[in-house]
């Protein structure tokens, strides 16, 4: 048996309950092969699969605040610190119901190698809770953050762990956890990252995953000899990551058809009204038939249904496995060239194949993404120095380290055999700078 097939057999035996992460580490090792094989022996000794695949620690702790009608309620709070080979753990915090530990795993293992390729010094971790912000009061979200902070902070620090927002983190659920580490440790650093503008965040950071998206996207497609301008662009989700990349996409000609939250999606042919949107989301913190009613041109559907409509270049902005194998069906059928994740493993493993062989242009998340964590990474830099960045100053670092991530991934597809395949490219450019810095430092 390969040593690859050796470990996947391992992982799966030791982490059954938890299919995102099967599936996460079965994309990465199954793509890693080339480089494996070529050096089976050294990594075999070293056992650089088994220690990359088992986080350097899984922290879970009960997360007890109070509701407004003075009811306790008890959530589960996780940090998997994955790998700090290459700098400290960093990856956003998830609070959504579906938060489970298999989940943290799957984003905590995936951000080793995201983190890798930005080129900037950052290692793995992912956490989060299972609360939803959704329907809460302000005065509920700080009880809850602030509890979720008293067990937390033991295990962060701004050389240690520095975690971010994702999804229901934002701006709002930073400031109050901030707040409760200041008070907690008594010492003001930059131990979170997405902060407001007024304590310590970066300008550019609330744009800059879906801005990454796009930049990427531009850059595959020119490498492909295409270019963004007058494109159709189908988005899914309706928060952070969305709205940017339709605010970018309309910056660079093209025009978003679509977008979605949990409870339905909208389709307007005359393309997005990205005020109304912001207005609803940012704003109001509303569902989407709000949007269908202030838009005549709009058509609200209940559920899923984003990737049935005709366009050149679909954004999988929402969660992971939004993108199933007959989505990508209907998307190769309706004459789409390209696929760029801004969510986190949102294609299906055999979607993903399917577009792949139907010569659709696939940007991972892993990639494709990795925008947002990269300008976290700058506003860590800014609180070092204790300095800030004109937007135009950090939104031209982020569209660079965009531009060398594809070129780092395209070079090591090509490498091995594998021009086009940006799955493996990404995997593997991202697995060599970690691996190596592994072995450097021992075993340990
Ligand atoms: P937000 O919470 O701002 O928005 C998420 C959007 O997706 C909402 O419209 C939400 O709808 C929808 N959504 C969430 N879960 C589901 C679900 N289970 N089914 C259907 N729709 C769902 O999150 P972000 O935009 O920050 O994150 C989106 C994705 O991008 C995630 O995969 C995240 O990990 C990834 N990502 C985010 C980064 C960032 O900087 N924010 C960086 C890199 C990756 P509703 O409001 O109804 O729940």
Redesign the pocket.
Known sequence: MSYVDEVLAQVKEKNASEPEFLQAVEEVLNSLRPVIDANEELYRREAVLERITEPDRMIMFRVPWVDDNGQVQVNRGYRVQFNNAIGPYKG?L?L?P?VNLGIIKF?GFEQIF?NSLTSLPIGGGKGGADFDP?GKSDREIMAFCQSFMNELYKYIGADVDVP???????AREIGYMFGQYKKIRGVFEGVLT?KGLTYGGSLA?TQ??GYGLLYFTREMLKSNNDDIAGKTVAV????????YAIEKAYQMGAKPVT?????GWIYDPEGIDLALLKEI?EVKRA?LTEYAAARPSAEYHEG?GVWSVKCDIALP????N?LHLEDAKMLVANGCMAVAE?????TTLDATKYLQENGVLFAP?KAA?????AT?ALEMSQNSERLSWSFEEVDSKLESIMINIFHNLDDAAKRYDKAGDYVVGANIAGFEKVVTAMMAQGVC
């Not at 977008?259 to 409870?263: A, L, W, Y």
């Not at 902005?317 to 992971?320: E, G, I, R, V």
């Not at 993404?369 to 964590?373: D, M, R």
């Open positions: 956003g998830r959504h579906s984003l995201k959704k971010a927002g994702d999804i229901g983190t934002g997405g950071r800059a995953t899914s989700g309706a928060g952070n990551v969305a709205i977008c979605s939250d949990s409870t989301k569902r899923k902005c929402a969660t992971q939004e801004g969510a986190n493993m949102p998340g993404n990795a925008g947002g964590v976290s």
